[in-house]
């Protein structure tokens, strides 16, 4: 067995990308150092004293939530919320959110969830009844959002913290620059413009890759579920995951080298495509147009019924 470098410990893992032998202590340092230096930069956290943290109950938002609640344990002054959104999968959802509160109990942090059902009228099974599985994470997608971002407004958060990891962000870089999408890549977040009624997000594991989060949580012995949303496997992003997937296993790095070449890159999109002054949507949320996108997918599924 190999040794860790720092140490000479056992190692747990080996990181392809630097070439790093690892122990379970060091490797455990190693993510939270990453995970606190994206915090420090992504925000100012001394204006900040009601933050949530989205939480899905797999194994990339309960390691967000674990090191944020490690991280700021000295801020008696910042409260910090998990937000569960149910999107009424069944067989799927119900799992995950008993592990999301389990975790936050271990954790002392309190727990709201917010369902799909409750707030646009319709479980996400009966969306997929009325439309297709095709568009189910493009329906998913949006109204889990809007869920996300009316329960952090109601508790006043002034951040909103999500378990995008490595692999998700490099996926969504690729995907809008397949698509020529510009104008979505210049919205990706992190976001660093506070926009009315837009709880800004921020992404701790926005340089961990998916595997690093998994080990993490393992070693850490954090509740999680690993089982997959059903609707996730016509997805298209799963085309790309495996695209990417497959230039890390050839050139380790590749991964980092996608974020990074998009970072150098973001403040010229966003000068060319600043965020659009937001109206308020007959819902309450923001939005461009006169309608929300979540507003416009539920009328179109009224019109499939």
Do not use: W
């Amino acid at each position: 067995m190999s040794s860790c470098i720092k140490c000479h410990q056992e190692a747990v893992t080996y990181i392809r990308y630097n070439g790093s032998h690892l122990c379970d202590e060091h490797f455990l340092q190693y993510v939270e150092k990453r995970a606190k230096k994206e915090v420090r930069q992504q925000i100012d956290l001394d204006g900040i004293s009601r933050l949530a943290v989205a939480l899905s109950g797999g194994k990339d938002s309960s390691v967000a939530l674990c090191i944020l609640v490690q991280a700021l344990s000295h801020r008696p002054d910042l409260k910090i919320f998990a937000i569960t959104v149910d999107e009424g999968i069944g067989g799927y959802r119900p799992k995950t959110i008993e592990k999301a509160i389990e975790l936050t109990a271990r954790l002392g942090v309190e727990h709201r969830l917010i369902s799909f059902k409750d707030e646009v009228g319709k479980d996400m099974d009966e969306i997929v009844r009325a439309t297709s599985e095709k568009g189910a994470c493009t329906y998913c997608g949006v109204l889990r959002r809007r869920c996300m971002n009316s329960l952090a407004r109601e508790l006043g958060a002034q951040v909103l913290a999500t378990g995008l990891n490595l692999d998700d962000t490099a996926q969504s870089i690729l995907m809008n620059f397949t698509r020529g999408d510009v104008e979505r890549l210049a919205r990706l977040g992190p976001h660093s413009k506070v926009q009315p009624g837009l709880i800004p997000r921020i992404q701790p594991l926005r340089l961990v890759p998916e595997n690093e989060t998994y080990l993490y949580a393992l070693l850490k012995g954090l509740p999680f579920s690993d089982d997959e949303c059903p609707y996730a496997d016509s997805a298209l992003r799963n085309e790309y995951r495996e695209i990417v997937n497959k230039l890390e296993d050839r050139h380790p790095g590749t991964k980092h080298s996608i974020v990074s070449s998009y970072d150098g890159i973001k403040p010229m999109l966003m000068e060319a495509y600043p965020p659009a002054d937001l109206e308020r949507c007959p819902c309450g949320e923001p939005t461009s147009n006169e309608k929300c996108m979540s507003c416009a997918l539920l009328e179109e599924i009224r019109k499939m019924v």
